[in-house]
């Protein structure tokens, strides 16, 4: 697990995904291609699955393009802790059950190669030996994390359960 740490402030949309591709590229893999291209050219290339990025304040500020979110899902980005969040980007994570976790105190402890975990059900982020507490995810928003994403998990709540 690789943690991407951007500390700086008002990281908005284009610099996670550039809004020239909004009307070319919709899929995971088209977006992929773009991530965070004009920020950290090596992201789209080198992130993983189970990977965490590390951000400062207004996390995902600008335009209302779902393809940020999307995108960071569909590579597995498992969660961004950041000092906060835009309040349009948060919702457009949880539309793509992306984890997003609101933590001052563990963006400015964190430094290059600590270990970082998170977890949401206890309301803990670990960072090089520290644990930073916040809000417990309530079940009802863990199940959306765990289906994918609120359209996900609401097609699994009429089907009974199946997804279908």
């Known amino acids: 697990m690789q943690v991407f740490c951007y500390k700086q402030d008002d990281i908005n949309?284009?610099?996670?995904?550039p809004g020239k591709y909004t009307y070319t590229c919709s899929t995971g893999p088209e977006i992929r291609e773009h991530l965070l291209e004009d920020l950290?050219?090596?992201?789209?290339?080198?992130?993983?699955?189970?990977?965490?990025?590390?951000?400062?304040?207004?996390?995902g500020c600008g335009s209302s393009r779902e393809q940020p979110s999307l995108g960071l899902r569909y590579v597995g980005v498992s969660a961004i802790i950041a000092k906060s969040f835009a309040r349009i980007f948060y919702r457009s994570a949880i539309n793509q059950g992306l984890l997003l976790v609101q933590s001052p105190e563990a963006v400015e402890a964190y430094n290059e190669g600590d270990e970082v975990e998170v977890d949401p059900a206890g309301g803990v982020i670990r960072i090089g030996g520290r644990a930073f507490d916040f809000p417990s995810l309530p079940p009802e928003m863990l199940s959306i994390l765990a289906d994918g994403g609120l359209l996900n998990h609401i097609r699994k709540e009429f089907s009974g359960g199946d997804g279908r």
């Not at 949309?13 to 995904?17: A, K, M, R, V, W």
């Not at 090596?42 to 996390?59: K, L, M, Q, Y």
């Open 13 to 17: 949309t284009d610099l996670l995904f």
């Open 40 to 59: 950290d050219p090596a992201f789209a290339e080198s992130v993983e699955s189970g990977d965490i990025i590390i951000a400062g304040e207004n996390f």
